[in-house]
T-cell receptor, first 115, second 112 residues
Framework: GAVVSQHPSRVICKSGTSVKIECRSLDFQATTMFWYRQFPKQSLMLMAT?????????EQGVEKDKFLINHASLTLSTLTVTSAHPEDSSFYIC???????????FGPGTRLTVL | TQLLEQSPQFLSIQEGENLTVYCNSSSVFSSLQWYRQEPGEGPVLLVTVVTGGEVKKLKRLTFQFGDARKDSSLHITAAQPGDTGLYLCAGRRTTSGSRLTFGEGTQLTVNP
């Protein structure tokens, strides 16, 4: 199956700093990438959908100025958590979908801890 | 209101038992996927079903898509401790474009 990577896998930062998470599709071109947030023992919550070369579409309740998404190429999307606070601590997962397919492949996730 | 109702939410069984997880909705889905997720990792795709009434088997796992494409089930035969994990169903509605809607998940624990 298709491979999606995320970097870093874990990050600990101080409150007020910004953190960037990268999501890469390694062996296919991802026209659409999705960013999710997941709390322990819960399902995935979609934060935003991004298409290569265009602005991301954010879900209701997700602050676009706080969670900056860039999808500059067909293999890379980034999520930047700006001015992070402890309540932003969570497991962030990206997924990618290629051309002419319904299947989404997920990255391994990034554990963000804000102190 | 959850678009995809998954049940049960938690399931703890002994090795060798059978189990079924259900995923129900009042909406029609063009496709439905089942994922398994282990702690600290991303979800791994198990199967995609697209045709009403479709049944797919993956070793001890049997997946079924309802005739009306509104529901699905996952049946595991002779569960093993390695089956432990969070099982997620996710569907793409005919009217929602690219968005994948997730169920709440079923946390399965198989005790040796």
């Amino acid at each position: 199956g298709a491979v999606v990577s995320q970097h870093p896998s874990r990050v600990i930062c101080k409150s007020g700093t910004s953190v960037k998470i990268e999501c890469r599709s390694l062996d296919f071109q991802a026209t659409t990438m999705f960013w999710y947030r997941q709390f322990p023992k819960q399902s995935l919550m979609l934060m935003a959908t991004s298409n290569e070369g265009s602005k991301a579409t954010y879900e209701q309740g997700v602050e676009k100025d706080k969670f900056l998404i860039n999808h500059a190429s067909l293999t890379l999307s980034t999520l930047t958590v700006t001015s992070a606070h402890p309540e932003d601590s969570s497991f962030y997962i990206c997924s990618a979908r290629g051309v002419d397919t319904d299947t989404q492949y997920f990255g391994p996730g990034t554990r963000l801890t804000v102190l | 209101t959850q678009l995809l109702e998954q049940s049960p939410q938690f399931l703890s069984i002994q090795e060798g038992e059978n189990l079924t997880v259900y995923c129900n909705s009042s909406s029609v889905f063009s496709s439905l996927q089942w994922y398994r997720q282990e702690p600290g990792e991303g979800p791994v795709l198990l199967v995609t079903v697209v045709t009403g009434g479709e049944v797919k088997k993956l070793k001890r796992l049997t997946f079924q898509f309802g005739d009306a494409r509104k529901d699905s089930s996952l049946h595991i035969t002779a569960a093993q401790p390695g089956d432990t994990g969070l099982y997620l169903c996710a569907g793409r509605r005919t009217t929602s474009g690219s968005r994948l809607t997730f169920g709440e998940g079923t946390q399965l624990t198989v005790n040796p």
